[in-house]
């Protein structure tokens, strides 16, 4: 897919401020840190549409970008950041799942997973409630280029076996650089495929 179009649609705090869910959307989500903006500027080709988050979790907001005139790219907080009170935090959890299982317009959840790190807690137990909830998830393994490709690989082997232990099959899985645009293509063609797939759906709307 060609991205001639990234537009900010806008930012919302609370459900009732989301855009209207009249086009397909896929929301992108990770640890903070796991370089969610960096991969979105990739994927757009736009330097500075998400921004890199200098003060980890600090804005727990939900950014909609429309993609195309076509479709919504959301870039969800990350999750797991220490910076915010445990109040808040679980607030602002409560949040995140109420879009995630209510926004009937989005197609796919991206989950972003470092690939240098072995499977975390934190991780593993989100993609059990994505599952129980029947929320459609694709996994992003992100800053490919910081291993070789001998230690890529032993690292998803690795990761697939511990998901494995838990899960009948993968969700399927990306790897990607934001430093090399590794990824890029497959996820688009994804994003695509989906969207074809589900154009009457949208087209009805
Ligand atoms: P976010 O908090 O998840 O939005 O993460 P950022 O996109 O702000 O990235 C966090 C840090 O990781 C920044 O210093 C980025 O430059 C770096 N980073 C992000 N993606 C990559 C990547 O693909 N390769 C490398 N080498 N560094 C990356």
Redesign the pocket.
Same mark, same amino acid.
């Given at each position: 897919m060609k991205i001639t179009k990234a537009d900010f649609v806008k930012s919302s705090k609370e459900i009732k401020d989301l855009p209207s869910g009249d086009k397909p959307e896929y929301a992108f989500i990770?640890r903070?840190?796991?370089?969610? #903006? #960096?991969?979105i500027n990739m994927l757009t080709g736009r330097k500075n549409l998400?921004k *890199?988050?200098s003060t980890?979790g600090k804005t727990q907001l939900i950014n909609h970008f429309l993609i195309n005139d076509n479709w919504y790219l959301t870039d969800l907080p990350?999750y797991g950041y220490a910076k915010t009170s445990k109040a808040n935090r679980s607030e602002f959890q409560k949040m995140i799942r109420s879009y995630l299982k209510e926004r009937s317009n989005l197609v796919n959840t991206f989950l972003?997973i470092d690939a240098r790190h072995k499977a975390q807690k934190i991780d593993l137990e989100f993609m059990q409630w994505l599952g129980r909830n029947h929320i459609p998830f694709a996994i992003v393994f *992100?800053?490919?280029?910081?291993l070789s490709s001998n230690q890529l690989a032993k690292q998803i082997k690795t990761y697939q076996t511990e998901m494995l232990r838990q899960w009948a099959s993968m969700p399927p899985y990306f790897v990607? #650089?934001?430093?090399s645009g590794l990824g890029r293509k497959a996820i688009l063609d994804y994003i695509e495929h989906l969207n074809t797939q589900l154009s009457n759906h949208f087209s009805k709307k």
């Open positions: 990770g903070s840190n796991v370089g969610k #903006s #960096s991969l998400a *890199t988050s980890p990350g972003l *992100t800053k490919a280029d910081k990607s #650089s934001s430093v």
